[in-house]
């Protein structure tokens, strides 16, 4: 299956994923329950890494 080279490496910190919803258990007043989005300290939200020099893997 041919697949086109993504850009720039998924962040295997977060695989992909940067910004998550965390439930805090509590509910707004509109009866929904409240979330905080939290984004990945790895990449900072930008679900990709910044290749580095010294620091490349392969494979996998
Ligand atoms: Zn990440």
Known sequence: MPQHTLPRPICSHCDGFPTVAITTGQ??????????????????GTGHTTPTRTDTRVGV
């Open 27 to 44: 509910t707004t007043p509109d009866g929904h329950r409240h979330t905080i989005t939290a984004d990945c300290p790895a990449c900072h």
